[in-house]
């Protein structure tokens, strides 16, 4: 079978427009996590938006016409840098796409004098338009799979790469914080006023953010960028517990890390980077999770209190911040944490410090029961 490595990517985030500027803006301590009112919503709340002139700036810069939403615009713009570094174009039968998102164009439903057809609020059809643009020789996939999504979007392109279906995929990930985002996690009394701290005792809950980002998947060495990595196995798992509850002794999160490392027994990752929402269910169940696999040592950070949750992205953008904190042997701290908060013995990165790294284990967690994890290695 096929080795299948990640390559050139890109991150479009409140923090900046490239993985370089975001890799940066966390070095420096920075976050884009923000007090602000939203929408039609009378109360403030703790989000993480990208500046709307500043879209339309790169937009007008790359010749996107007006008849893109905005996440579409967001995510051509990405997409764009990704195949402009690599060389690779949709246009060719062996390139697939798959794009990653919660929630899409719902900010259609909200816009009723907007020039897009409401029809580009279905994930297919926003997929479809964004496909178009690059003239893509394949059906776009789009993969909606709560907040697992970006991660799984990453595995499944490794297996179909693997199965001999494609020889490139890009991936991409994308979600807008929206009036029915903030709403929904608003009703279940998720949301923090204040910046969010994963694993930390004083946890209140998610801020919500949003990002858009691309990575592209390869089985071509000649298309590899500098830090790229070998991409050694991925899983999903469903606990099966609760529509929005994770398991108490995270089963789930436990079985697809298990499955990950099924073949790779011998290895132990360098550095985690977790799902960690800063929710009081989800931090315990992935600490417990993470002490049952047998990973009490593993130095393990969340990167939420940078970015906020930005859904669909959120499996895309973390991995690829944590190729470049791989490539740079640095280990990026956990932003909001100062002090333990969960039963589970893990050790949460609390600075940022220099550390060899050779693998890292990157997991994600969903509404609906639904985890994810994918094991990484520097070549």
């Given at each position: 079978?096929?080795?299948?490595?990640?390559?050139?990517?890109?991150?479009?985030?409140?923090?900046?427009?490239?993985?370089?500027?975001?890799?940066?803006?966390?070095?420096?301590?920075?976050?884009?996590?923000?007090?602000?009112?939203?929408?039609?919503?009378?109360?403030?709340?703790?989000?993480?938006?990208?500046?709307?002139?500043?879209?339309?700036?790169?937009?007008?810069?790359?010749?996107?016409?007006?008849?893109?939403?905005?996440?579409?615009?967001?995510?051509?713009?990405?997409?764009?840098?990704?195949?402009?570094?690599?060389?690779?174009?949709?246009?060719?039968?062996?390139?697939?796409?798959?794009?990653?998102?919660?929630?899409?164009?719902?900010?259609?439903?909200?816009?009723?004098?907007?020039?897009?057809?409401?029809?580009?609020?279905?994930?297919?059809?926003?997929?479809?338009?964004?496909?178009?643009?690059?003239?893509?020789?394949?059906?776009?996939?789009?993969?909606?799979?709560?907040?697992?999504?970006?991660?799984?979007?990453?595995?499944?392109?490794?297996?179909?790469?693997?199965?001999?279906?494609?020889?490139?995929?890009?991936?991409?990930?994308?979600?807008?914080?929206?009036?029915?985002?903030?709403?929904?996690?608003?009703?279940?009394?998720?949301?923090?006023?204040?910046?969010?701290?994963?694993?930390?005792?004083?946890?209140?809950?998610?801020?919500?953010?949003?990002?858009?980002?691309?990575?592209?998947?390869?089985?071509?060495?000649?298309?590899?960028?500098?830090?790229?990595?070998?991409?050694?196995?991925?899983?999903?798992?469903?606990?099966?517990?609760?529509?929005?509850?994770?398991?108490?002794?995270?089963?789930?999160?436990?079985?697809?890390?298990?499955?990950?490392?099924?073949?790779?027994?011998?290895?132990?990752?360098?550095?985690?980077?977790?799902?960690?929402t800063a929710t009081p269910y989800n931090d315990e169940m992935e600490s417990i999770a993470f002490e049952r696999a047998g990973l009490t040592h593993v130095p393990v950070n969340s990167l939420k209190g940078y970015y906020g949750h930005t859904l669909g992205a959120a499996g895309?953008?973390?991995?690829?911040?944590?190729?470049?904190?791989?490539?740079?042997?640095?280990?990026?701290?956990?932003?909001?944490?100062?002090?333990?908060?969960?039963?589970?013995?893990?050790?949460?990165?609390?600075?940022?410090?220099?550390?060899?790294?050779?693998?890292?284990?990157?997991?994600?967690?969903?509404?609906?029961?639904?985890?994810?994890?994918?094991?990484?290695?520097?070549?």
């Amino acid at each position: 079978m096929p080795e299948v490595f990640t390559s050139y990517h890109n991150i479009i985030s409140p923090l900046g427009f490239t993985t370089k500027d975001n890799y940066a803006a966390l070095l420096n301590n920075q976050s884009g996590i923000k007090n602000k009112s939203f929408g039609k919503l009378n109360d403030l709340f703790c989000l993480a938006t990208i500046e709307e002139e500043k879209i339309k700036e790169h937009a007008a810069k790359s010749g996107i016409p007006p008849n893109y939403t905005k996440l579409e615009t967001l995510s051509i713009l990405s997409i764009h840098d990704v195949l402009n570094q690599s060389g690779v174009s949709l246009k060719d039968k062996n390139t697939l796409f798959i794009y990653s998102t919660t929630k899409g164009n719902i900010d259609l439903l909200e816009h009723h004098k907007s020039i897009v057809p409401k029809e580009r609020s279905y994930l297919s059809k926003m997929a479809e338009a964004i496909g178009h643009y690059f003239e893509a020789a394949n059906e776009p996939l789009v993969i909606s799979n709560a907040c697992i999504s970006g991660l799984l979007a990453i595995v499944i392109a490794q297996r179909m790469i693997t199965e001999g279906l494609y020889e490139n995929i890009i991936v991409c990930g994308g979600d807008l914080v929206t009036e029915f985002t903030v709403s929904g996690f608003k009703s279940f009394n998720a949301l923090s006023n204040h910046p969010c701290k994963p694993f930390d005792a004083r946890r209140e809950g998610i801020n919500l953010g949003e990002a858009v980002s691309t990575l592209l998947i390869t089985k071509n060495k000649n298309l590899l960028s500098p830090g790229s990595t070998h991409i050694l196995n991925g899983a999903s798992a469903n606990d099966a517990n609760h529509i929005s509850g994770p398991s108490r002794n995270g089963d789930g999160l436990l079985l697809a890390i298990e499955k990950t490392f099924s073949k790779h027994k011998h290895i132990i990752p360098d550095t985690i980077n977790a799902h960690g929402t800063a929710t009081p269910y989800n931090d315990e169940m992935e600490s417990i999770a993470f002490e049952r696999a047998g990973l009490t040592h593993v130095p393990v950070n969340s990167l939420k209190g940078y970015y906020g949750h930005t859904l669909g992205a959120a499996g895309v953008l973390e991995t690829v911040i944590t190729l470049e904190a791989a490539q740079n042997n640095q280990l990026i701290k956990s932003a909001g944490f100062s002090e333990h908060g969960v039963s589970g013995k893990i050790s949460v990165i609390g600075d940022y410090k220099s550390s060899p790294i050779k693998t890292f284990l990157k997991t994600a967690s969903g509404f609906g029961g639904c985890n994810a994890a994918a094991l990484f290695s520097k070549l």
